[in-house]
């Protein structure tokens, strides 16, 4: 039987290859009917996959309605099928993914993918590692729509760059990637806008936390996870002081 980890890579290669056909051939003209096909036709093929090739496990998805039988579950599979819908609609645009993770009881997130279709990207916990820094002036990726109130006094803390980006996976990807430092958020995410970026990050060797520094905990009966830091390792002391030292607190 295909690994676990394998298995998330090719779910979300797959329904990333699918997602550009959707894109290309979709209704252009209609923004939202264009998001809403994306959307329903990447989750229905991953929920058909899983169901044929993971059938004892459950879901947690963003467009699906909730099973509360996954809190007793051993294994669930947090998936959001378009992360990034609105980038996804715009031409051009590159920043949006695809997010396919297990979660596994005691042990939380233990296999892992995001595709950035658009970028022609599978970033998965099977092999990957962090590329290394390639400025004096950290990059800081922060949402493009709602960046978070302290993203000012971390960006002066590191005598770096805010840079405006879409999708929670596309910015944590960045990271990975070496196109960016740090990676901030507060003020509104699920456990599927992380879960899967989170699992990449941290078995890349970045660090992966909340915004006061504790740990990430999915399959939570709300499973509304609303803020976040990825970062290289030897900027989360500064990063982390930066945000605690400013006037913003989240719950």
């Not at 329904?15 to 894109?23: C, F, Q």
Request: proline residues 8%; glycine residues 10%; hydrophobic residues 45%.
């Amino acid at each position: 039987m295909v690994t676990d980890d394998a298995l998330a890579a090719d779910l979300a290669r797959r329904a990333g290859e699918l997602l550009l056909g959707i894109r290309e051939t979709g209704p252009g003209d209609d923004p939202r009917a264009l998001g809403r096909a994306g959307d329903h036709g990447s989750n229905d093929f991953l929920l058909a996959r899983l169901a044929e090739l993971r059938p004892e496990d459950t879901v947690l998805s963003e467009e699906s309605a909730d099973d509360p039988a996954r809190l007793a579950a051993a294994r669930v599979w947090i998936i959001d099928p378009l992360d990034g819908t609105r980038e996804f609609t715009m031409p051009g645009r590159d920043d949006w993914a695809v997010h396919v993770a297990l979660y596994e009881a005691g042990r939380d997130i233990t296999a892992a993918a995001v595709a950035v279709p658009a970028r022609g990207e599978v970033w998965s916990t099977a092999d990957v590692s962090a590329e290394p820094a390639r400025r004096d002036r950290p990059r800081i990726v922060v949402s493009a729509s709602r960046p978070p109130e302290f993203a000012g006094p971390v960006a002066d803390a590191l005598r770096g760059e805010l840079v405006p980006m879409g999708s929670a996976g596309a910015k944590a990807m960045a990271v990975v990637r070496g196109d960016a430092d740090v990676y901030v958020h507060a003020g509104g995410q699920w456990e599927w806008d992380s879960a899967a970026p989170v699992g990449v990050a941290l078995a890349a060797g970045l660090t992966a936390c909340r915004i006061n520094g504790s740990p990430l905990h999915y399959n939570q009966r709300r499973p509304y996870l609303p803020d976040l830091v990825v970062c290289r390792p030897e900027l989360a002391g500064p990063v982390l002081a930066a945000i605690s030292g400013s006037a913003v607190r989240f719950a």
